[in-house]
């Protein structure tokens, strides 16, 4: 079982940066892809970043491409996503999640792919 446990959310203002961590445990987390989803109030759950188990493939939602950097430490066992100039409609409550290798390498960009959650983090940006 993988336990995942998001961290960095926060109150920023627009245009400001925030740095989210996502810590897995309890299994080998080199061999698990990632992804960041989020949730905005009344919105359907989103993707936003995933990365492969080597870091070698990264793919992006057209709405972050250029201002999010989804990557990750395996030796010290953490997923990060860089959020750079923030915007009020990135306001949401950022989920991390890890797709159980035995169903494939690749990163996914639909939640139904991924096994395993975290609790979320609320990432809010003010004008």
């Known amino acids: 079982q993988v336990q995942l446990v998001e961290s960095g959310g926060g109150l920023v203002q627009a245009g400001g940066s925030l740095r989210l961590s996502c810590a897995p445990s309890g299994r080998p987390f080199s061999s698990y892809a990632m992804a960041w989803f989020r949730q905005a109030p009344g919105k359907e759950r989103e993707f936003v970043a995933a990365i492969s188990r080597s870091g070698g493939s990264i793919v992006y939602a057209d709405s972050v491409k250029g201002r999010f950097t989804i990557s990750r430490d395996n030796a010290k066992t953490t997923v990060y996503l860089q959020m750079n100039t923030l915007k009020p409609e990135d306001t949401a409550v950022y989920y991390c999640?890890?797709?159980?290798?035995?169903?494939?390498?690749?990163?996914?960009?639909?939640?139904?792919?991924?096994?395993?959650w975290g609790q979320g983090t609320q990432v809010t940006v003010a004008l």
């Open positions: 999640a890890a797709r159980d290798p035995r169903r494939g390498l690749v990163p996914k960009m639909t939640s139904y792919e991924y096994d395993y």
